[in-house]
């Protein structure tokens, strides 16, 4: 909560008497000011939210600062720059990203002279703003009560120019009182700068960093890297593996060298050779359609000898992979780098120092592991069985990036890459339509290395700032990767607006046969700090991702109300490769799906989520995180029925969640779904199947049943909201009270009466009035079922499950025939056949665990049938889904009489039911949708002479019947049912799923 907005100062007034450096042409007569905005106290648990600017400075355009505070006591949120004034008057900015260290982050800019940095003409607007300028905003997550110290160091402005703007400023120190303790809390200090700039000596050198002969964006981009690289090796002034990228030769890379380089888009450069003649005969390398091959034929590192010539050849006469890229970034045009290194088997290439960047903004290059001899794709089903023979292995986890991408359309496939900081590295708005397919990212090409440490930067695959559109594995079993044992994530996504990529058919965290974690030391997949509309998975073949076996959680989404609009779909997360079994090796070691800090209106869809080891299968944090959807999910129980519990299913402690429709929350160790944060309102659970696990299947803190109370008054997580009071039901219809005009949704209990249950089977539901008053049709249930019930009110608030009550009468039911544990289930009594293909599908496809499929696609004929025995009236009742029209007139369901077909239910290929007594039309329905639930029923009254009755009943959804669509009234039915079967007889191709099959002499409702 924040309490008072202060604005702080720090002054310089420019000093140069006595510096041994000169000043700076542009040096400022008028102090130079930072300021930052911020609360001066805030509550435990909540963000800081601090506005950064400089007040009286000439022609900014680029900065850089570090961020200090007791990275114990607050996380990083994220660094924006949204309503930055560095944008104004046309100027673009590129953000450099905020690095995350253990003393705080660092954070920068710069900017450039066109409306976008990937223009590379100079723009109208040369240079930077005057004043009073606004650099954007630093936000921090407060985690320990106490007094929190935040210092900004290490602070450096520079102009248009890239030259720097006065003297270095001091460091800018604050504090902010933390929970209710404040100032009289524990104190917790910023550490020390961990480095210090020095000052620009003037000395601006070559441009052209990827020696293409032109000054562009690709330049920008591999400083900007590079400020990255030293920074989270905490020294932008160590050693460069490139001498060039240190452009203003001051022994640091700072934002004075970008800035420069920016400064100077679209100049034509004199230290290279100029651009490589295509036509000129080559030595390790050959013209290929669109661009040129370069055939990499040695496991060496050495560089090229003349870059840009069009050859790639080192000064022993070989083409190394470093070579090959120096070269395919001069190619114009899409390139290919190949591989044929001599000698068998896996042939392993040891960098020694980073690569340079694929950064040629004139075309992809492809580097295809999968040239080389012996190398061969993937074929099997779930797991991998590539067979790769190109590995590259760093220094370890601290040294080094395998591949660096700045520029678009590039594609990386067949390659093992491994103990590197970074295998690929996917960054800036200039990254884009990258595809990584076919590879093994952080482990060997035998799949057996693991990452022994835990490393700050170590992620397999790290797309950041503005890098879009990219993807990460495709549908065909040839492109899937492995990404696993990697120092740190195996993918992350970071930094707005690092949108629209694409993440699919990957094995993240397990071994490439799926039988053996190799798990990522932390989370399978990060998705953070405001990237946006990014797909994990897909609903398709072969688009789901595996991610099981990681050291924290399987996938996260965090930081930031920015972050927003992802969707994971259609994962197994904590499974094995099948995703019906959950062995040990498989858990992720923290959440299967965190959602925290903030993000927004994200879709969790279709994932089967099972065997985490730390609080819930799905958890929602922080009050503040809102709007997200979680939906048709197995959460603790595999695709199967197989029970692979997490602690809780789903705990929610953020704001308008939507849990529902279609999840299944089964068997998990506490409760089903647990609302745990006072402050967490407007949660909506509705319309899942929640059975069999440990606590209540809802539990709203303070924990266990909560008694209601007078008026609803009390407040907690969703306000406390009352459960409904039930009625004892009849067959057709269940009574209460509840809260004025709620939703009130009835469910078949797993528990008995008298408790307060799990919703295990959705039944119908209603509004109730204004007084609270509801009744709901549910027709279809027999006397001695157990119902409950929740209530959801007109804000979004859902209940606890209501007290169960048992549905009054006796039960004159003689059969059941149902779809539990992935197969059809008879009874014991009668003689039960299933003709055809008859096979139990997935949850969710109509309601209950599991559905029945009837398929003539490869069969000409598929029903179920039942015998039995009865003299009194028979009601069948079924819900049936039509997945495919006939192309001619058919029967579904048939009543036999010793033998002989008595009555029955036809569907035509326009969708019309049609009610029969042997070969008379008795009466039709509407026409069924493809698609839609129905609920279809039929009566035979048995009788003699007149007074004997065939009906037939419809509705769309699982309520109760009206009117029947047709009837005998009192006609001429005399015989008695003892055979009936559901589906297809005859020879037409149909397709149809049905459920909840019901043989009962009770009352047709």
């Known amino acids: 909560m924040l309490i008072r907005i202060l604005t702080l100062f720090a002054l310089v007034v420019p000093m140069f008497a006595g510096l041994a450096v000169a000043p700076a042409a542009n040096a400022q007569a008028t102090p130079v000011r930072f300021f930052v905005e911020g609360p001066e106290r805030v509550d435990v648990d909540s963000p800081i939210e601090l506005r ?67 223009n590379e003409q100079v723009g109208n607007t040369e240079s930077g703003k005057d004043g009073r300028v606004n650099l954007g905003s630093i936000s921090l997550l407060t985690v320990l009560e106490g007094q929190l110290e935040i210092s900004i160091a290490a602070i450096k402005l520079v102009n248009a120019r890239g030259e720097e703007i006065g003297p270095a400023l001091p460091a800018f120190n604050l504090r902010i009182s933390v929970g209710e303790s404040g100032a009289r809390g524990s104190r917790f200090a910023a550490p020390a700068p961990p480095w210090k700039l020095k000052p620009d000596p003037g000395l601006a050198r070559n441009y052209d960093i990827v020696a293409d002969s032109v000054v562009s964006y690709a330049d920008a981009a591999e400083v900007a890297v590079a400020w990255v690289d030293q920074r989270e090796q905490r020294n932008p002034c160590r050693s460069l593996w490139d001498a060039r990228i240190d452009v203003n030769g001051d022994g640091c890379v700072d934002v004075a060298d970008i800035q420069l380089v920016a400064a100077n888009f679209g100049k034509a450069t004199n230290d290279s050779d100029g651009p490589p003649d295509n036509g000129r005969d080559q030595t390790g390398a050959e013209l290929a359609q669109g661009g040129t091959t370069f055939v990499v034929n040695s496991t060496g590192d050495e560089d090229d ?28 045009g899409p390139n290919t780098i190949a591989f044929n290194i001599p000698g068998g088997g896996v042939q392993r290439i040891q960098v020694t120092k980073q690569l340079p960047a694929l950064g040629d903004q004139s075309g992809g290059t492809t580097i295809d592991g999968y040239t080389q001899p012996g190398a061969s794709v993937n074929t099997a089903a779930l797991a991998s069985n590539a067979n790769l023979r190109v590995e590259l292995r760093g220094g370890g986890e601290d040294q080094y990036v395998a591949i660096k991408i700045t520029s678009s359309n590039n594609v990386i496939r067949g390659l093992s890459l491994f103990r590197f900081r970074k295998a690929i590295w996917i960054f800036g708005s200039g990254a884009s339509n990258n595809t990584l397919i076919g590879n093994f990212i952080g482990t060997d090409a035998a799949g057996s290395y693991v990452s022994p440490v835990i490393q700050g930067a170590g992620h397999g695959v790290h797309i950041e700032q503005g890098a879009h559109d990219n993807v990460i594995g495709r549908p065909n079993l040839a492109d899937r990767n ?86 994971v779909i259609g994962n197994f997360i904590g499974s094995d490769l099948t995703g019906n079994g959950a062995p040990g090796y498989t858990a992720n070691q923290g959440r299967g799906i965190m959602m925290e800090d903030g993000v927004r209106n994200n879709i969790i869809e279709g994932n089967v989520i099972v065997n985490s080891q730390q609080a819930a299968g799905i958890e929602v944090r922080h009050d503040y995180t809102s709007g997200n959807i979680i939906r048709d999910n197995r959460i603790g129980i595999t695709l199967n029925g197989t029970a692979a519990p997490n602690p809780t299913g789903i705990d929610v402690n953020g704001n308008n969640t939507q849990v529902g429709p279609d999840n299944t929350i089964a068997f998990n160790l506490f409760a089903g779904i647990n609302l745990g944060t006072d402050t967490g309102d407007f949660n909506t659970i509705t319309r899942n199947s929640i059975f069999s696990n440990a606590g209540l299947g809802i539990n709203i803190a303070p924990g266990g049943v909560n008694p ?71 027709g279809g249930l027999s006397p001695g079922t157990v119902l409950t019930a929740t209530a959801t009110d007109q804000t979004g608030n859902t209940s606890e499950f209501a007290q169960n009550v048992a549905i009054t009468g006796s039960s004159s039911r003689i059969k059941d025939m149902t779809f539990e544990n992935g197969a059809v289930q008879h009874p014991i009594t009668g003689a039960d056949t299933d003709f055809g293909p008859i096979s139990a599908v997935a949850p969710g496809s109509i309601s209950g665990n599991f559905s029945a499929a009837v398929d003539t696609n490869t069969f000409t004929r598929a029903y179920l049938q039942e015998d039995f025995a009865v003299a009194a009236d028979l009601y069948v009742a079924f819900e049936f889904r039509i997945d495919d029209l006939p192309a001619t007139n058919l029967r579904i369901f048939e009543i036999y009489n010793l033998g002989s077909l008595a009555g029955n239910i036809g569907l035509s290929s326009n969708g019309v039911l049609t009610l029969r007594f042997g070969s008379t039309f008795i009466g039709q329905s509407a026409p069924l949708q493809e698609g839609q639930v129905y609920r279809i029923g039929i009566h035979q009254q048995r009788g003699t002479g007149g007074n004997a009755v065939l009906e037939a009943f419809v509705v769309q959804g699982a309520g109760g019947f009206g009117a029947p669509f047709a009837s005998t009234s009192s006609g001429n039915w005399t015989t008695f049912a003892n055979r009936i079967r559901l589906g297809t007889t005859t020879s037409t191709i149909f397709e149809a799923t049905i459920d909840n099959v019901s043989l009962d002499t009770a009352m047709m409702p």
Request: proline share 4%; with cysteine; aromatic share 4%.
């Open 52 to 118: 950064i600017g400089v007040d009286g400075v000439e022609n900014l355009a680029g900065f850089e600062a570090v961020v200090l505070f007791d990275t114990n006591a607050a996380v990083f949120r994220g660094h924006e720059l949204r309503g930055s004034d560095l944008a104004r008057n046309g100027r673009s900015v590129a953000p450099l990203s905020a690095v995350e260290q253990d003393y705080g982050i660092a954070i920068g800019a710069y900017t450039c002279s066109a409306s976008s940095c990937l």
């Open 305 to 332: 000898n003349n870059i840009g010539n069009g050859v790639c050849q080192t000064p022993a006469g070989t083409c190394t992979l470093r070579a090959a890229i120096r070269e395919a970034n001069t190619s114009p």
């Open 482 to 567: 492995v990404v696993s044992g990697n120092g740190r994530h195996g993918i992350g996504i970071w930094h707005a607006p690092s949108n629209d990529n694409v993440i699919q058919n990957n094995i993240v965290g397990l071994s490439p046969a799926g039988t053996a974690a190799r798990p990522n030391r932390k989370h399978g997949i990060d998705i953070n700090y405001g990237s946006a509309n990014n797909l994990i998975g897909g609903a398709g073949a072969n688009q789901r991702n595996v991610s099981s076996g990681n050291d924290d959680t399987g996938v996260e989404i965090s930081h930031l109300e920015s972050t927003s609009g992802n969707q």
């Open 708 to 778: 209601n109370d007078p008026g609803d008054g009390d407040t907690g997580p969703n306000e406390g909201l009352n459960f409904p009071v039930l009625n004892p039901p009849t067959t057709s219809t269940a009574t209460g009270a509840a809260c004025a005009n709620c939703v009130v949704e009835i469910f078949e209990a797993d528990s008995a009466a008298g408790q307060h249950g799990e919703g295990m089977t959705f039944v119908a539901s209603a509004n109730a009035n204004g007084s609270g008053a509801f009744s709901v049709a549910i």
